[in-house]
């Protein structure tokens, strides 16, 4: 994961691009009272919003270089010890941080909800008493626990797959063979049901295209790109 210990909306989005090129976690927070008006679409809410950054998560928070306001990286220490896709990033409470008022405008203009188009931005809020992170959204509007688990995924499903690899002296190009691999996305799948990414129902399917129907282009250049699930989310509640 990245933070910043600067905060300027240059830095920011270059941070953001580079993140999204290397595909890391990256935190960030603004002070930038423009996040907090609607009618504003050059701030930087807006501006890594109209990107569709995947990785970029933004903190509107009132307050900048105190020792009590390091919110994004204390939310960003607290989220990555936790298992992929097990946890939101809402409801967290960040220790030694202190919450800061902002007004329903502001609320409204940055949080996205069904019932409002938001900047897909985030808060530090009070919920009877308590602050907590809300709603724990990326910017290009995806949640983060999703985008974290699904990158999990795909890394555990790559690793997996090297290990068959490595473990036969061939794989032959036959339906045992991929079948190697279908079984790998499946122990990936019913891990990651474990976890909390997916859903254990409806069921999951994974599917190996049956080499009879591959090209012959494909067996001669040992190519098998014929595996493909699906597996719903588990989501949460908000």
Do not use: H
């Amino acid at each position: 994961g990245l933070a910043l210990d600067s905060k300027s909306q240059a830095e920011v989005q270059v941070a953001a691009a580079w993140a999204e090129t290397n595909r890391k976690y990256f935190f960030y927070q603004t002070a930038d009272s423009d996040c907090g008006d609607s009618s504003v679409t050059t701030d930087v809410m807006s501006v890594v919003k109209a990107a569709a950054y995947s990785y970029t998560f933004g903190f509107y928070y009132p307050g900048i270089g105190l020792s009590d306001g390091w919110l994004a990286a204390g939310t960003l220490g607290k989220d990555l010890p936790t298992t992929p896709g097990s946890a939101t990033v809402a409801f967290k409470t960040i220790a030694g941080v202190t919450r800061r008022t902002v007004s329903d405008s502001f609320i409204a203009a940055i949080v996205t909800t069904p019932d409002s188009v938001g900047k897909n931005g985030n808060l530090y809020l009070d919920f009877n008493g308590v602050p907590a992170t809300f709603p724990g959204m990326m910017a290009v509007g995806e949640w983060a626990d999703v985008v974290r688990g699904l990158d999990d995924f795909r890394s555990d499903v790559k690793a997996r797959f090297l290990a068959i690899q490595l473990a036969n002296g061939k794989v032959p190009f036959t339906d045992n063979g991929t079948d190697l691999f279908r079984a790998a996305v499946i122990a990936s799948i019913k891990a990651r049901i474990a976890t909390g990414l997916f859903a254990a129902s409806p069921a999951f399917t994974v599917v190996a295209t049956p080499v009879a129907q591959t090209s012959a282009l494909d067996r001669s250049a040992r190519n098998f790109n014929g595996i493909s699930y699906s597996a719903p989310l588990a989501g949460a509640i908000l």
